[in-house]
């Protein structure tokens, strides 16, 4: 056959992702810790010490006591009596956020903001000629270090979800680059209960299948997997081999932000259920805070003892959202259920309706 009727050689295949996943560590309490000098080297916890407060975030030395965030307070109190508390500075982090944001920007137009203190950014196209995504990072990590006296982790690799569990491996003020020749080898060695959306309610459930790491997981049949997690499967699969094609998407909006409970044991008085859900809705605004958002809807959430959920939302006034009638709303909702016919296991509330979304964060829903 002549050249002129032969096929047009296929395109080349597109570049590798190089993906970089920022975290700033311990951000909240560290800006405390940064901005009084008393506090340094001491426990901290940012958020409400009062008794149905939650911890927002805690610093390093309050974590080596088992203290972390959206943890009651009064359990964070018994695990550290010498845990100080701060109240929280939005304004202080959203502006800090602000300054980050600017330095990521230098690098990439493709970021991903998860909140005030994480981002994805893709970083395939070097845009200073820095050779490498690790160089890449390390500028980045030592220009936040310069210009906001913080210090932030980095995880580098080729796709979204092995980048997020690459920024936790060598925290705090470390990096860890996992190349594609590495990726499922690393995710097989981790517990499933750090990879990304297993919460410890799905751990458990894992557990029960005799499902702890990344290799147990990777050795369950789609089928198998389908039949315990539903639609979830499907993403399970693949991160068990390290496979996530997910792009980065710089303008991806909000949709929720919220906060749910699963309880050890089901609750049914209205005095036990209203406790729980003042606790869900503070830890639901300290997230809704994080991301900087506003909305009009409130969610109430229940699933009851037998597996039965259900749903009920609430409009707000135009212009009226702030925690008090973000509390009001939850209130009147659990209200309108009472008495419950059975027991209830979860308990859940968000925000919805997204009217201020600065951050251009996924749906991001906090499993107590």
Not at 5 to 30: N, T
Not at 81 to 90: C, G, Q, S, Y
Not at 245 to 261: D, F, M, Y
Not at 335 to 354: E, F, H, K, M, Y
């Amino acid at each position: 056959m002549a050249d002129s009727d032969s096929a047009p050689p296929p395109p080349p295949p597109p570049p590798q992702r190089k993906i970089i996943h920022i975290d700033m560590d311990a951000f909240y309490a560290s800006v405390e810790q940064r901005d009084d000098p008393s506090l340094r080297g001491r426990p901290v916890a940012v958020g409400g010490s009062r008794a149905r407060g939650v911890v927002a975030a805690a610093s390093y030395e309050a974590r080596t006591f088992g203290v972390r965030s959206a943890m009651p307070s009064v359990t964070a109190l018994r695990r550290c009596p010498d845990l100080v508390f701060v109240p929280p500075r939005f304004d202080v982090y959203g502006a800090i956020s602000q300054q980050i944001r600017a330095i990521f920007a230098d690098y990439t137009d493709q970021i991903e903001p998860l909140s005030l203190d994480e981002a994805y950014l893709d970083v395939t196209e070097d845009r200073h000629g820095l050779g490498s995504a690790k160089a890449i990072a390390e500028q980045i990590r030592a220009r936040i270090k310069a210009e906001t006296g913080l210090t932030a982790s980095a995880g580098v690799s080729y796709n979204k979800f092995i980048a997020k569990l690459a920024s936790d491996q060598n925290k705090p003020d470390g990096i860890c680059v996992i190349p594609p020749a590495r990726g499922a080898a690393f995710v097989a060695s981790l517990p499933v209960k750090r990879f990304h959306g297993v919460g410890p309610v799905t751990a458990t459930r894992m557990a029960a299948l005799g499902i702890e790491t990344g290799a147990d997981l990777r050795e369950q049949p789609l089928a198998f997997l389908h039949a315990h997690f539903g639609s979830y499967a499907d993403y399970l699969y693949g991160a068990a081999r390290g496979i996530d094609h997910r792009p980065v998407r710089s303008n991806r909006a909000t949709k929720s932000v919220g906060a749910e409970r699963t309880f050890e044991t089901d609750i049914a008085s209205p005095a036990d259920l209203h406790a729980a859900l003042d606790r869900v809705a503070e830890a639901a605004l300290v997230r809704i805070e994080r991301h900087g958002v506003r909305g009009r809807t409130v969610t109430l959430k229940l699933r009851f003892s037998d597996f039965r959920t259900i749903t009920r939302a609430r409009s707000l006034s135009r212009g009226a959202f702030d925690r008090a009638s973000f509390v009001a709303g939850g209130r009147a909702l659990l209200d309108a259920q009472l008495p419950v016919p059975l027991g209830v296991r979860l308990l859940g509330l968000t925000l919805s309706g997204i009217t201020d979304n600065e951050e251009a964060t996924e749906q991001a829903t906090l499993l107590l």
